[in-house]
Antibody, heavy 121, light 110 residues
Framework: HLQESGPGLVKPSETLSLTCTVS??????????WNWIRQHPGKGLEWIGY???????FYNPSLESRVAISVDTSKNQFSLKLRSVSAADTAVYYC???????????????WGRGTLVTVSS | FMLTQPHSVSASPGKTVTISCTRS????????VQWYQQRPGSAPTIVIY?????PTEIPDRFAGSIDRSSNSASLTISGLKTEDEADYYC??????????FGGGTKVTVL
């Protein structure tokens, strides 16, 4: 089970911060990557990035300069920070687990319910 | 690379729909394709993984396939039900740009 939490309203130019709490399993388990995905209103899914084990992280090139994803293993949580937000960052943000047991496979098998973040003054 | 899906498909209850997902560059077979269903107001859920595999809770009306000749993957829903009305997204991965989603296809049950 994954659950997003964080402010639903962020001012332009500030930093969006969200946390995903993982329950029912350890965030340190191998073969799992911890992801953030967003969906602009009425639009498709956009992958933001992932963190693996707190060892490595990779981001969507279109967001790379503003994004950081980190892990807190003591709390079984991972977090998203998106800097210098604008109205274009208004979206539903999902956290999701990707399982990679099979080589060449990267499947999102568990998703949070999503949280709407609005960027507005 | 990009994954291109039709914007929408529709059919009557009991009929069959097929959604395509065409990869713009590189082989469709080089990395597995997944399909997700998203009902309004809900998070996506996986319906097909690793091109053709169904999670145990997904009915066998859902089937995935890949076609190397057209460099595309397909999701076929047979015996269409009103509950199948949703948006469907394909997704794949590569070691360079990592995760890619298709633009999504709206399935309408007439």
């Amino acid at each position: 089970h994954l659950q997003e939490s964080g402010p639903g309203l962020v001012k332009p130019s500030e930093t969006l911060s969200l946390t995903c709490t993982v329950s029912g399993g350890s965030i340190s388990s191998g073969n799992f990557y911890w992801n953030w995905i967003r969906q602009h209103p009425g639009k498709g899914l956009e992958w933001i990035g992932y963190v693996y084990y707190s060892v490595s992280s990779f981001y969507n090139p279109s967001l790379e300069s503003r994004v950081a994803i980190s892990v807190d293993t003591s709390k079984n949580q991972f977090s998203l920070k998106l800097r210098s937000v604008s109205a274009a960052d208004t979206a539903v943000y999902y956290c999701a687990r990707a399982e990679t047991l099979t080589p060449g496979s990267f499947k999102f098998d568990h998703w949070g319910r999503g949280t709407l973040v609005t960027v507005s003054s | 690379f990009m994954l291109t899906q039709p914007h929408s498909v529709s059919a009557s209850p009991g009929k069959t729909v097929t959604i395509s997902c065409t990869r713009s560059s590189g082989s469709i077979a080089s990395n597995y394709v997944q399909w997700y269903q998203q009902r309004p107001g809900s998070a996506p859920t996986i319906v097909i993984y690793e091109d053709t595999q169904r999670p145990t809770e997904i009915p066998d009306r859902f089937a995935g396939s890949i076609d190397r000749s057209s460099n595309s993957a397909s999701l076929t829903i047979s015996g269409l039900k009103t509950e199948d009305e949703a948006d469907y997204y394909c997704q794949s991965y590569d070691s360079t740009i990592h995760v890619v989603f298709g633009g999504g296809t709206k399935v309408t049950v007439l």
